[in-house]
């Protein structure tokens, strides 16, 4: 994506620039599995742990909520979460993070989309996972007139799929860097992608309820991207499941929801009135005000903690 978004693209009431990705909450079969995978293999830490749920991050506020379930099951050809993206705050630190992926031979796809680097993964029950940090450096990456491509920094084009360089990437790494260590301390999500039943449906939600940005939409790859503040994207949008699929049945394993995190109550209350205006039905709970879009992907809204 660019990294500015298009004026053509925006609203008159356009979310907050700072608004961010805020905490994310899964279904899990086995909660004590998960808490041991994303602990020894992404670094995540244990903030607590009560009965069956527990919340990890990097020690600050909590970013990964997990529940564990009774007789789940995982579905496919349903809406719910592709990926949850955790952004590194530089490379040293996605290498170190890649590197314990490798000493642990846990499968992974090292991918460099030339203005982030990147990799992906599944958690233990099937939940995506992408590792990336931004190299803008590198390059750019567009997606208009139904394309999607990067240009490098030398102007040279790539389709921004290549196979990462992990040699160079590890070269970041210092001698007394330990696989180890514990994620850093400014670790966040960076942006969610998620299956839905309609992209152009999608956008317009995101987009003209909530107030997002559209950073590029692509028949040719069924997805839509829309962010704040001219980041390349905090929400991906794809129908890679099927045109028209159903929500997941109550016994599934998945996304119960994302967080949008606005940054102060004026922004949020300025969210909630056009939520309420659509005629979106919304329940305030103990994690923020919890809404659905059209695809019943879990949606909560709150001001940033």
Same mark, same amino acid.
């Given at each position: 994506?660019?990294?500015?978004? %298009?004026?053509?693209?925006? *609203? ?6 700072? #608004? ?31 009965? %069956? ?8 506020? $909590? +970013? ?14 349903? *809406? ?9 705050? &530089?490379?040293?630190? =996605?290498?170190?993070?890649? !590197? ?9 796809? /090292?991918? $460099? ?26 390059? *750019? @990456? ?10 490098? !920094? ?10 990462? $360089?992990?040699? !160079?990437? +590890? ?67 794809? #129908? @890679? ?5 159903? /929500?997941?049945? /109550?016994?599934?394993?998945? =996304? ?40 019943? &992907? ?8």
């Amino acid at each position: 994506m660019n990294t500015a978004s %298009n004026p053509e693209t925006r *609203t008159e009431f356009s979310i907050h620039p700072k #608004t961010q990705m805020g905490a994310i909450s899964l279904t899990v079969v086995n909660l004590e599995n998960q808490l041991r995978f994303y602990q020894q293999a992404l670094g995540f830490k244990l903030h607590w742990r009560k009965g %069956n749920k527990a919340g990890l991050g990097a020690g600050g506020a $909590d +970013f990964l909520l997990l529940t564990e379930g009774t007789n789940l099951k995982k579905y496919r050809g349903v *809406t719910g979460l592709y990926h949850v993206a955790y952004l590194f705050p &530089n490379k040293r630190e =996605l290498a170190i993070a890649m !590197a314990r992926l490798f000493a642990l031979k846990y499968p992974n796809s /090292p991918t $460099d989309h030339i203005m982030t680097k990147t990799t992906y993964l599944d958690d233990l029950e099937g939940n995506g996972i992408e590792l990336y940090c931004e190299s803008p450096e590198d390059g *750019t @990456w567009t997606m208009s007139d139904d394309r999607f491509e990067a240009r490098r !920094a030398d102007g040279s084009w790539s389709d921004g799929r290549e196979p990462l $360089d992990v040699d !160079a990437l +590890f070269k970041h790494l210092q001698d007394d860097d330990r696989l180890d260590a514990p994620i850093p301390s400014d670790l966040k999500i960076g942006h969610v992608h998620l299956h839905v039943r309609d992209v152009a449906e999608a956008v317009d939600f995101y987009h003209g309820i909530i107030g997002f940005d559209i950073m590029g939409v692509s028949k040719q790859f069924q997805m839509g991207f829309v962010s704040a503040g001219g980041y390349h994207h905090h929400l991906g949008l794809n #129908t @890679w499941q099927g045109r028209g699929v159903p /929500p997941p049945p /109550p016994d599934a394993v998945g =996304l119960r929801y994302f967080t949008i995190d606005l940054p102060d109550q004026k922004a949020y209350e300025q969210v909630v009135v056009r939520v309420d205006a659509a005629g979106i039905p919304s329940n305030q709970t103990e994690a923020g005000l919890m809404i659905y879009d059209p695809s019943q &992907n879990g949606v909560i809204l709150r001001v940033a903690k």
